[in-house]
């Protein structure tokens, strides 16, 4: 028997109607009633919903289980009427029973006789109250998933396996634009309008995996607006694992994105020390490629207010140009007047606004209508540029959407790149160039002067170094202060680069010192080029209601036959310029060998007098000084020798500057100091009476601080008294206006030991400063004594000076005697103190001793006679 025909298949008992109306009885609530709407029987499972007994609602009226408002209304009369007309009615219905309500799915029947009089109404019903509440609250739970959908910023689209859209929320339709009932595409579509069929069918197959589908990608709106979005489809199967709805979300990261977007090959670009045009082009271009059909530009605002073209990839070059140097107004098209505002400025007819009508001959030809420009500000407000967006007449919606998020992340790029640039030329500027004058500092100048150098040695041609030094210009600083100072080294800067040839080069060495690097240019050429920087530098200046000419001493080494490189030129001109300043303020002078000779001796001697102090080979001459009137020894005064081993016996007058030159005049002085007070200690030790010693001191000696307590220290140690020293200073002390020197000095004169102003008569001998200075005496310079005999100007102007000293109060001393005559007219004239090597040379102690010995013996004679 095959089961394929359905005319053999086995027979089925029938199941008797008895059992049939058992089951039906078993699943139905079922009730009779009358045509009028009267109760008359119900079997068990009716009772059981109502939740009452036969006997107490046998007899009543259907309107006693509905509720009143629909028990007492035309629709329940017009109900039983259309059932005594025979109709079957079906449907929904909420009746009453003891727990309040309950829903029924009931059937009404109606059965007539055989005349077709209805006769009995049954009625069928299952309760439904359970699924029905169950609906309820899902369609309630929908309804919130609704509300919070609407209420979510992410757009959010269900589509059926078809692709369409079957439900959009509000943050749909407030994003994209459409509403449910204007979507007519299927959500790839919408989603990937300008993709290929191959990517949407890609799209479904990724679905129809049944895994999350993501991606991001710009939409555009009913609007045409551009939303930079991340998008994600899932899939929703029914409880069959059938595929039934597609929930996709699309979140606006349009600010992310672009941020990201622009700021990862910018931030690259910067990494790789790309130069600043090639970084602000990136920016142009990234920002032409999320809103296409639109050009960028980006200028520079100068410290003048000017713009300057850094960046339009896709504008013309000449139109770019054109708009260097422009000065920013409040109508200078859309850059320049954002420029001025610092506002962001939106120009959407360039044709007509009053703005463009310089610049809009230039660029309505390139098809542009629209530009709108922003500033872009540096970490201080002030505005360093513009960004600027040109539109054609029908992108500029397009940009709506995407200016604001697009101007901001832009600008802070541009703004940042611009800062790193300026920071990257104030380090330059601080690392190569002079911060005050702006000059070239050693560095740079020595770099370029080697370029030039090696372009001279290939050419066979000459080129000049110069050094040049401000004559008195520590008196600027003194007498006028040191802004004035600064201000007359940027005028002096100034006036070099106004008397240079194009091709020359000016550096500030350090101080008051500027370098001049002069190629193709020789001897002759040099002095023309240094007459008119001479010229310039004469011209008066007014700084601090004073006018100044300045003067200054150079020095001038040629290329190549002074030297081959940078340095070994420097040198040596800075050595000619020391000659210059020797010669005389305001003179030049070439270097020569002999200058070299002389620099090498000088070397030579600086490095032997520091081995001398080093190795205790100098030593300690005294000159007595005598009462006139007495012959009696007055004091010595102490007086430093050097007898090199190889070089024999180096004067002072050699020496003691060149001590005072390489710095070493501190440590020769401390060294004098401690040998005489060390020699005095010594001599009253073993009876010889020498009443006082002097020494000389510098006036850089007077510029440490730590000299007063030296001197004190130096005294106790040898047992002597503040009387037993005298201190001898020159008069170029009264012109040192280092603050503290007075200090010294006074601290000096404090501990009581004596000062006196040594060659008094040569130099500034200023009445005012000698009666402020807290000296004990003078000592009268040699000069006036070798004239004595035989000029009477020279006994007048000493015997000025001895009154002097006397109206002061101050011992007087000549020096410098050799003949009895000279001694006679200072006796006369009533000098009382006088030394000279009529009375003794210096001497070396133990002689000294000697001549102290016969000296006493020679004056025991003279009294015995």
Known sequence: MSTNNINELPDIPAVPAYLRLAGLEQALAIAEFSPDGVLQWANAHYWALLGDADTEVIGSHHRSFCYPALAGSDGEDAFWARLRNGEVCSGQVERIDHAGNRWLEATYIPVPDEQGTVMHIFKMAIDISARLQAEREHQESLHRLSLAADASDTAIAISDPQGNIVYVNRGFSRMLGWHLDEINRPISELLMPDAEHAAQYAYYAGLDTGESTAWEDIVVGQDQQRYWVKIVSNLVTSTEGCWQYTVTTLTDITQVKLYAALQQPTLDAMVQELPLAEILEIICLEAERIVPDMATSILEVDAAGKLHPLAAPSLPYAYSKSLDGVEVGPMVGSCGSAA?????????????????????????????????????????????????????????????????????????????????????????????????????????????????????????????????????????????????????????????????????????????????????CDAAQVQHILARIRTLLMEPVLLARSSLSVSASVGIAMFPEDGRDVGTLLHRAEMAMYQAKKAGRGQSRFFSNEINVRAQERLMFENALRDALQHNQLHLHYQPQMGLSTGDLHGVEALARWNHPAMGEIPPARFIPLAEECGLINELSRWVLHEACRQLASWRATGVPIPCIAVNLSVSNFQDVHLPSLIAHVLESNGLLPKDLIVELTESMLLDNTPGVMQVIEAIDALGVRLSLDDFGTGYSSLSYLRRLPVSGLKLDRSFVVDLEHDEAAQALSSAILEIGRSLHLHVVAEGVETPAQHHILLELGYPVAQGYLYSPPLPADQLTSWVQSSKEAIRDKHKT
């Not at 120009?347 to 610049?359: A, E, G, L, M, Q």
């Not at 560095?443 to 170094?465: F, G, S, T």
């Not at 940027?490 to 006036?495: D, E």
């Open 340 to 520: 001025w505002l610092n506002e962001t400025v939106k120009v959407n007819d360039i044709k007509t606004d009053t703005r463009w009508s310089p610049f809009c001959h230039m660029v309505w030809p390139l098809g542009y209508t629209a530009c709108w420009s922003t500033p872009i500000c540096n970490s201080h407000g002030m505005v360093v540029g513009t960004f600027a967006f040109y539109f054609h007449e029908n992108n500029r919606p397009v940009a709506e959407r995407f200016h604001p998020l697009l101007v901001d992340a832009c600008t802070a790029l541009c703004a940042l790149a611009l800062e790193r640039e300026h920071s990257r030329q104030r380090i330059r500027q601080l690392a190569f160039y002079d911060e005050l004058t702006g000059l070239p500092n050693r560095n740079l100048l020595y770099a370029k002067a080697e370029q030039a150098l090696a372009a001279m040695a290939r050419n066979e041609q000459a080129l000049a170094v110069l050094v040049m030094d401000m004559d008195h210009f520590k008196k600027v600083n003194d007498s006028l202060g040191r802004s004035a100072g600064d201000e007359l080294l940027c005028r002096v800067a100034a006036k070099l680069k106004q008397g240079m040839r194009a091709m020359d080069m000016a550096g500030r060495l350090s101080g008051n010192a500027f370098v001049l690097v002069l190629p193709q």
